[in-house]
T-cell receptor, first 115, second 112 residues
Framework: DAGVTQSPTHLIKTRGQHVTLRCSPISGHKSVSWYQQVLGQGPQFIFQYYEKEERGRGNFPDRFSARQFPNYSSELNVNALLLGDSALYLC??????????????FGPGTRLTVT | GQQLNQSPQSMFIQEGEDVSMNCTSSSIFNTWLWYKQDPGEGPVLLIALYKAGELTSNGRLTAQFGITRKDSFLNISASIPSDVGIYFCAGHSGGSNYKLTFGKGTLLTVNP
């Protein structure tokens, strides 16, 4: 079975630009979460979506936004990129609402470098 | 953002040795998860714990949900070279808060 897929694998952008990252969850999973992982740290929660609705938002500025599509895939958008946005962006999928949905399965990530 | 306190930060051991690492929080969690991350890849779920006091095994890995619900432990027995990587704990407080809170990770190096 295919796991969580993310694209692109790597990305280099310039300060001030905009970026869109994409994620496809495991088949049958309806919830997608986004995390930012900077070097030497654990992942930090950005968003969670379930059935196309935002269910949770972490402590990130409004430059970060996301959406989920009817096929449960998701996009993370970051506007006005800053050097500090350079990180590994991870997508995780989970089954649904409560209980077992706390088990989140991660994709390989998108490595974003802002110069 | 908030992160769990994970220790040790790094470990260098000989193949065949047992390994213990732990994770503590100032807050109560209803779920504890342990992940392993290899360089350039996403975290892989190893063990999920849902009940205080619960002890769960996955092969050579054993994890425990602390009875105070503020800590968790991971043990690896008879380590092998492929155990090398970064191990993360993650907690979930339940309810309408859907995020996982992660520790900073324990870097494990196994000397063959």
């Amino acid at each position: 079975d295919a796991g969580v897929t993310q694209s692109p694998t790597h990305l280099i952008k310039t300060r001030g630009q905009h970026v869109t990252l994409r994620c496809s969850p495991i088949s049958g999973h309806k919830s997608v979460s986004w995390y930012q992982q900077v070097l030497g740290q654990g992942p930090q929660f950005i968003f969670q979506y379930y059935e196309k609705e935002e269910r949770g938002r972490g402590n990130f500025p409004d430059r970060f936004s996301a959406r989920q599509f009817p096929n449960y895939s998701s996009e993370l958008n970051v506007n006005a990129l800053l050097l500090g946005d350079s990180a590994l962006y991870l997508c995780a999928s989970s089954l649904a609402g409560t209980g077992i949905s706390y088990e989140q399965y991660f994709g390989p990530g998108t490595r974003l470098t802002v110069t | 953002g908030q992160q769990l306190n994970q220790s040790p930060q790094s470990m260098f051991i000989q193949e065949g040795e047992d390994v213990s690492m732990n994770c503590t929080s100032s807050s109560i969690f209803n779920t504890w998860l342990w992940y392993k991350q290899d360089p350039g890849e996403g975290p892989v779920l190893l063990i999920a714990l849902y009940k205080a006091g619960e002890l769960t095994s996955n092969g050579r890995l054993t994890a425990q949900f602390g009875i105070t619900r503020k800590d968790s432990f991971l043990n690896i027995s008879a380590s092998i070279p492929s155990d090398v990587g970064i191990y993360f704990c993650a907690g979930h407080s339940g309810g309408s808060n859907y995020k996982l809170t992660f520790g900073k990770g324990t870097l494990l190096t196994v000397n063959p």
